[in-house]
């Protein structure tokens, strides 16, 4: 394909109809791309603008698996390209999915094939970060397992090769897999392997925010609500700097999150009315505000009405989703030990109605209350009443009798010691 005055002219010329007429501009792109792409300068540019130009056409327009066709059969040409920008360009391809919405499997499959190219043309660094792309896609899909199995060979991999850069991306993906699997003290050494390895390279402004999002996300499971908070602070400015508007968002919901947690009402009004909450506005935070004026107002009805209107917003996240549970747990506790308080023996029927819950859900809760040792009492299902005892105050006479036969058999102990060595 020569780079001439005609290319470029059915370069510009596809690019204004992208706008208006999509099937001619592709038409163009396609013609110039059936080409060999030459091996000047001006001609391989001329190939890479259409390459491009035909992705984004077709991620405008929602054609996933045509841009995935494309990603497969321009690979064939991309030996005119030198190692770096062959990399850079499947790379480039391969972001414009993350437009798509629910286009999980098609990036796994077409992520799995450049895999296989890259090992059979021996790419090694394409195919690294080709496998860390994976990794995160196994996330979205929820396949922890195929995470952990790639995962594990790339680590081996990347230790012996000395790569700190892809090896802090791969050792953050690992905890945030455990993180995700519950398994909170294997997260916690993997994000602290990730920290140490970053702390020896540069470490660029989104990789070090993905860090401190992951420190607060695990500080927060440990109830650390305040530190947690600094670290969302820190992720926040990252992800500012970078222009990442939804992951900034999420740092935000987090930090409400965290003064939400530790009752700080006002504290959340402030945050709302700062200039990062301004510029990040929307459903997102105004679901944040409705919990936690639910929350203030220990309202269990206003909170469940929370979480019905801005169900994607809050249900989406899996960390704030947990939270939320835990702090509904919180709120419907103290709404029940409120109501039982005044009495000895209460309908459980009575106590649904005054907390405005379902009498299966109230009985459920008490029956876990009273496993938990939160209230002495017992469930009389047969009456239908929960029946609370008086909380007996632990007698200090037998705490001194058990101190006192302890230091007896230390001094028995002692004596039979001192009697055998003796008679030895």
Known sequence: MAAGPSVAASLKEAQKLSKTNAGQAETIYKEILSREPGSNDAALKNYETALMGLGELYRDHGKANELAELVRTSRSVFSSFAKAKTAKLVRQLLDLFGHLPKTTDVQISVTQSCIEWAIAERRGFLRQNLETRLVSLYMQKQSYHDALTLINGLLKELKRLDDKMV???????????????????KARAALTSARTSAASIYCPPLLQAGLDLQSGML?????????????FIEALDGYQSQDEGGKATSALQYMLLCKVMLNLVDDVTTLLASKPALKYAGKNLEAMKAVACAHADRSLEAYECALSTYRYELGSDAFIRSHLRRLY??????NLIKVIEPYSTVEIAHVAQLVALDRQQV??????????????GVLDQGAGCLIVYDELERDQAFDAALETIDKLGSVI????????????
């Open 329 to 334: 747990d919180a709120m419907l506790e103290q």
């Open 413 to 424: 102990d002692v004596l039979y010691t001192n009697q055998a060595s003796l008679l030895e």
């Open 167 to 185: 090896l802090v991306e791969v050792q953050l993906l690992e905890s945030r897999v455990y993180h995700a699997l519950g398994n909170f003290g």
């Open 219 to 231: 500080h927060a499971e440990e109830h650390d609500f305040h530190t947690a908070y600094s670290y």
């Open 363 to 376: 009985e459920r809760k008490l029956s876990q209350m009273i496993l938990d040792k939160v209230i002495v």
